[in-house]
């Protein structure tokens, strides 16, 4: 089982983090405020997850439970700007170690984006309305931790984001047939935060483009490792006329955009603490093709998966960086189709306890270019 949670710390909250902090219980009460918001994903119509608890934990490791929304949440719905409140709750001043969701295992009573009751407690309903049952990983039964630290402080609001990536959290079925929930939590400090908007077109006649995954990325050469040199902060989609929002830690971004039938287009971004920074896209249009292929991972279960992040050399702000434009994740055993504007792609893949592989692909124009990966 290989479960990522991803924390981006913003400077004040990596000094509380790695600080001694006050004791818990100092005086008087401040206010915890936890909000749910999704880095989206077009691989699905809906993704469902149901949260039953959030509980946070002190300097000593004794948790709290904080909140027990017990609500089924279609993370695909919390995008540009929208978010869902978690956690509303006074707690004592002090220094808090970590978080804690406990997924539920009965959905609410809710309808679904099909007008239907929910049919299971998670999981997904693809491009063509059908339901798949997300698998909760053994080392999940106990709850996802994320490890944050932040701090209360009396009379005053500390509020956090949990920014759930359902791009990376749901893994393709492998040979089990099976679905997976696979937690990628990145956790934002509203207090030191950004925010970068704007809109997607046609460049042929400037109409808004609705669905357009827009996603900032970071990226980072001198990584020692092939897949950390380019990481997706956070994304969203694109609005019906067009435009977006994303929020994000305060620094500099590859913000690209990308959409099916169409070239990506990207430009660097430099966000600043409590600012707002614009930028538009024009999408021209572009040939398709696909990469097809299997993962494999020997002596490995069905719970573990293989991450496939596609990637493309561009010149930003006039440095020459590599950006995502896609990826997928791969239960062992299984399969992949990745849809590709023509051109050439380096194809990154990683897995828990093995070494990355990189790989060069040539996508043409209406045909299929295999690609299987083994570890």
């Known amino acids: 089982m290989n479960t990522r949670i991803l924390v981006v710390l913003s400077l004040a909250a990596a000094l509380a983090a790695g600080s001694a902090g006050c004791s818990v219980g100092a005086g008087g009460s401040g206010t915890f405020s936890l909000l749910l918001a999704d880095a989206t994903t077009d691989a699905y119509n809906a993704v469902y997850v149901t949260i039953r608890e959030v509980d946070v934990a002190t300097d000593d490791d004794a948790w709290s439970v904080v909140s027990t929304p017990n609500r089924t ?27 804690r969701l406990i997924i539920g295992d009965l959905p609410d009573a809710g309808v679904n984006i099909l007008s239907q009751a929910h049919p299971y407690a998670n999981y997904v309903i693809d491009s063509e309305d059908a339901y798949h ?28 984001i949990l920014d759930f990536d359902a791009s990376k959290s749901v893994v393709v079925a492998g040979s089990s047939g099976l679905y997976l929930l696979e937690p990628t939590i990145q956790v934002l400090s509203t207090a030191l935060a950004s925010i ?18 827009v996603s900032a990325q970071v990226y980072d050469p001198t990584a020692a490792d092939a897949k950390d040199r380019v990481v997706v902060r956070t994304s969203t989609a694109s609005a019906d006329d067009g435009g977006y929002e994303i929020f994000v830690a305060a620094g500099a971004y590859n913000v690209v955009a990308a959409k099916e039938d169409f070239a990506p287009a990207g430009a660097a971004v430099t966000t600043h603490e409590d600012e707002t920074a614009t930028q538009d896209f024009a999408l021209a249009a572009a040939d398709y093709g696909e990469v097809a292929g299997s993962a494999s991972i020997s002596g490995a279960d069905d719970e573990t998966f293989v991450t496939l ?6 010149t930003l702000g006039g ?22 504007p023509a051109g050439d792609y380096a194809v990154v893949a ?8 990189e790989a060069a692909v040539t996508v043409s124009a209406g045909a299929t270019t295999a690609h299987d990966v083994a570890f």
Not at 74 to 97: F, S
Not at 350 to 357: D, F, I, L, V
């Open 319 to 340: 440095a020459d960086v590599w950006i995502e434009v896609a990826s997928v994740n791969v239960a062992n055993g299984g399969d992949y189709k990745v849809d590709l």
């Open 309 to 314: 992040s596609f990637r493309q050399a561009v």
């Open 73 to 99: 949440y279609n993370l695909l719905a919390l995008v540009n700007g929208v978010r869902e409140q978690l956690a509303l709750t006074d707690l004592p001043p002090g220094h808090y170690t970590q978080m």
């Open 196 to 213: 970068v908007r704007g809109s997607v077109t046609r460049a042929s006649d400037l109409a808004g483009v609705k669905g357009a995954l």
């Open 350 to 357: 990683s897995t828990a306890g093995r070494t990355t592989q």
């Open 133 to 160: 049952a997300l698998k909760i990983p053994s080392g999940l039964q106990t709850g996802i931790k994320i490890v944050y630290g932040f701090d209360i402080n009396a009379n005053s609001t500390t509020e956090l």
